[in-house]
């Protein structure tokens, strides 16, 4: 009787699944995936304090799209095992549930369904020179490197603080996690401003953020490049670096020439590079007060969260990639070229219409959720604006209004959160999956702009 009942569950999924686009499974999956996170961290032995509803909602989500906005103390709310289950829900999130999933066929048979290869597909935007059996391999693989090497980083450096080694066990693991991942999550009340000074802490968190937010397909490409499958890197991963390398020497510079706060400290450069870093990885950890920056550096920050880093990686934001698109448009538009080119390269037009797309969707929540909150909340509109950009693009800077949200507010960073982890388009397309018609008796006609 029991293994029938599993039999009827086990078919009404595979036709479930089969039923859904790529998309639709994604955005199903890691639904899911929260509610779980929701349902464990609702419990009340993971407690240490009584928690909201709301706030267990908004933790889980959080920690799912790897943003790190939190409405409470994760240290001082839950126990160390609420603590553990918020670490496996940033580790599913940033390496995505799907590539865990696959990864498990791949050792078990060895072989990938058609239906994984198209979800993988959807998850990653993959260069044709990539192959998924290897993409995959290489996010595992690298993945468990960085976070072991991680960890031991952060052991010495927290030791050497004079945190005792039990603490500095776990303490270590859950940044080393929460930093390759950008999860921005931490068990320290005020992120890591306490160790702004710390070459060796600051030094941990970029290394290993940078390697999770450039991506595995730039980690897969030089891969191929150092065993002699290819002889050089993939024009993708050229743009990645290229323009992580310029945004951060620029970001760096601008606050360093020009924020007062910064320059009250003994390491100023290295400050100014982290704050720069933390937006652009989404890593969302801070070593200065996010609220005590000036109007015009809150700007620069929103801007670099807005950008991003690479796809296929653990960051969110709009992508380097989806920018250089834009930026090839207009110059192409500009000096009335016919083919739209970067680097004397010429893009796809499927590749295009992604990135305007892409563009035009993540401005417009971006726009329309601002317009929401202002309603909704009584702060300045500055502090929102940050707010929303920092939870659609997934990183968990605030300025410090998140704990003090109405509980509408809550809500809409929730549904921002998990918007920008599943990927704008990626949402966009599940939510018009059952809407997509034939349209016939197409006319031509003109449209100035």
Known sequence: MKNNFYDRISRWYRKFKVSKSPQMNLVWGFFVYTLVGFGLLSIPIFHKVDINVLDNLFIATSAISTT????????????????????????????GYMTLTTYYLLFTTNKITHWHSKLIGAAFTLPQTIKIKDFIKSVIIFTIVMELLGAIAFFIAFSNTGMENSQAIWFSIFHSVSAFCTAGFGLFNDSFVGYQDNVLINTIISVLAIAGSLGFIVITDLWYRITGKSKSVSFTTKIIV????????????????????????????????????????????????????????????????????????????????????????????????????????????????????????????????????????????????????SSLGTVGLSTGITGNLTWVGKLLIIILMFVGRVGVLTFGFALLEKKQKTIEDIIDDDLAV
């Open 242 to 389: 290229y323009g992580f390398l310029m945004l951060l020497s620029l970001g760096t510079l601008l606050i360093y020439t020009t924020s007062p706060l910064i320059n009250q400290g003994s390491h100023t450069l290295m400050t100014s590079f982290f704050q720069t870093m933390t937006a652009m990885t989404t890593v969302g950890f801070n070593t200065v007060p996010t609220g005590e920056l000036t109007l015009p550096l809150l700007l620069l920050v929103i801007f670099l969260m807005y950008i991003g880093a690479s796809p296929s990686g653990t960051a969110g934001g709009l992508k380097i990639t989806t920018l250089t698109a834009m930026l090839s448009v207009l110059k192409s538009r500009l000096f009335g070229q016919k083919k739209i080119t970067f680097l004397r390269k010429a893009i796809p037009f499927e590749r295009l219409y992604v990135a305007t797309s892409t563009f035009m969707l993540y401005t417009s929540l971006i726009f329309l959720f601002s317009f929401l909150l202002s309603y909704s909340e009584d702060f300045e509109f500055d502090q929102i604006l940050f707010e929303v950009a």
């Open 68 to 95: 790190g906005l939190v409405t409470i103390s994760v240290f001082d709310s839950y126990t160390l095992f609420g603590q553990l289950i918020i670490v496996f829900l940033f580790q599913i999130g940033g390496i």
